[in-house]
């Protein structure tokens, strides 16, 4: 029962470039949801998707940064002419939908992709 | 002032102690309350995951949800070597079915033999 699937661990690139970071949801989870942890700081929540809709993205950056959660295939966040601001760890959520009479379901997490900025 | 606030730490306590872990918050809407568990360069590992106010344990883990004073805490008893991490607490309001977590900061915890 694989857990929530984050590639790749590590991405280096130059400012300016393009990085993507994906996620593959738990079996069975139709719910993702992007966080970002600069050091020494918590998670910050930055958008919530399901499949082919963005529910919320609203602490997403306006600029450069879009994410996507295919019919088919990973979520992906990407975000373009990186800049050295962007050298954080992304980390991907996801969770069942809403059951029963507590509502909503826990989030888990995967490894996170760790992005560094030259 | 943050959503919620959480001590960093670090907190350094010998094998066999009772651990408290504490968290406050200012929105009241907040009605999921949860404590991840996260090992350098890992994930955050779901612990405890709590609806409104009350108690709950699982083994050496209780979670206390105070909404009166919203307060949250997380105790974890006989504490090992392995507790050693950074504890982090989350909650959200019941916002259309889903979750927007909002983190602490997270504590850091060092059990030492």
């Known amino acids: 029962n694989a857990g929530v699937m984050q590639n790749p661990r590590h991405l280096v690139r130059r400012r300016g470039q393009e990085a993507r970071l994906r996620c593959s949801p738990m079996?069975?989870?139709?719910?993702v949801y992007w966080y970002r942890q600069l050091p020494e700081e918590g998670l910050k929540f930055m958008v919530y998707?399901?499949?082919?809709?963005?529910?919320?993205e609203s602490g997403m950056p306006k600029e450069r940064f879009s994410a996507e959660f295919p019919k088919e295939g990973p979520s992906i966040l990407r975000i373009q002419q990186v800049v050295r601001g962007d050298s954080a760890a992304y980390f991907c959520?996801?969770?069942?939908?809403?059951?029963?009479?507590?509502?909503?379901?826990?989030?888990?997490f995967g490894d996170g992709t760790r992005l560094s900025i030259l | 002032q943050k959503e919620v606030e959480q001590d960093p730490g670090p907190l350094s306590v010998p094998e066999g102690a009772i651990v408290s872990l504490n968290c406050t918050y200012s929105?009241?809407?907040?009605?999921?309350f949860m404590w991840y568990r996260q090992y350098s360069r890992k994930g955050p590992e779901l612990l405890m995951y709590?609806?409104?106010?009350g108690n709950k344990e699982d083994g050496r883990f209780t979670a206390q949800v105070d909404k009166s004073s919203k307060y949250i805490s997380l105790f974890i008893r006989d504490s090992q070597p392995s507790d050693s991490a950074t504890y982090l607490c989350?909650?959200?309001?019941?916002?259309?079915?889903?979750?927007?977590?909002?983190f602490g900061a997270g504590t850091r915890l060092a059990v030492h033999p």
């Open positions: 709590t609806y409104s106010s």
């Open positions: 959520a996801s969770s069942p939908p809403p059951q029963g009479p507590v509502g909503n379901q826990p989030q888990h």
């Open positions: 929105n009241s809407a907040f009605q999921y």
């Open positions: 998707l399901q499949k082919e809709n963005i529910i919320d």
């Open positions: 079996k069975g989870h139709s719910h």
């Open positions: 989350a909650m959200s309001a019941n916002s259309g079915g889903y979750n927007k977590l909002i």
